[in-house]
């Protein structure tokens, strides 16, 4: 977790860093989401066991989706939420999705295919599920990180 840590950056630093006019569809977004409250409470109480990393692209219209979203549920719960930003695909490489670098090179460690990639991650860092591109059908995303956790509870 430290080394994750290390290579990326808390979630409102990232959007604060989008070059403008990016930065303010992220924004927007944030502003005009409708969260669900009830699931943020119990979101709350997890949060401190939790951390949720993403890899995002500011050209990216399902990283303007969701990012400001977590950014959302990060503020009013307390969960972290860390961000490989600003990946770039690799026009010159058909053999590689993502340029590295500017990409980090994590992108292949979890074979990250399609943005938004959001990771959950406990405490000691292990992988408890992951959400690609937004959440599946009929749920937000809160409900799918609260159904990620909850489901790593069952176990």
């Not at 502003?31 to 119990?42: E, L, P, Q, R, S």
Request: hydrophobic share 40%; glycine share 4%.
């Amino acid at each position: 977790m430290l080394k994750i840590r290390q290579r990326t950056v808390d979630i409102h630093q990232y959007i604060n860093n989008i070059p403008a006019p990016f930065r303010d569809k992220f924004l927007e977004r944030k502003k005009a989401y409708k969260i669900k409250f009830d699931v943020v409470n119990k979101l709350k109480s997890f949060a401190k066991d939790y951390t949720v990393v993403a890899f995002s692209a500011e050209w990216c219209k399902d990283c303007v989706a969701n990012i400001p979203v977590l950014a959302l549920i990060s503020e009013l719960t307390g969960l972290e939420v860390r961000v490989f930003g600003s990946l770039k695909r690799d026009p010159l490489n058909t053999n590689r999705k993502w340029s590295i670098p500017p990409s980090p090179p994590e992108v292949e460690t979890f074979h990250v295919n399609k943005i938004p990639y959001i990771l959950v991650l406990n405490v000691k860092g292990e992988k408890l599920g992951e959400i690609i591109e937004g959440p599946r059908d009929g749920l937000t995303l809160e409900e799918e990180l609260l159904k990620i956790i909850f489901d790593a509870h069952k176990v």
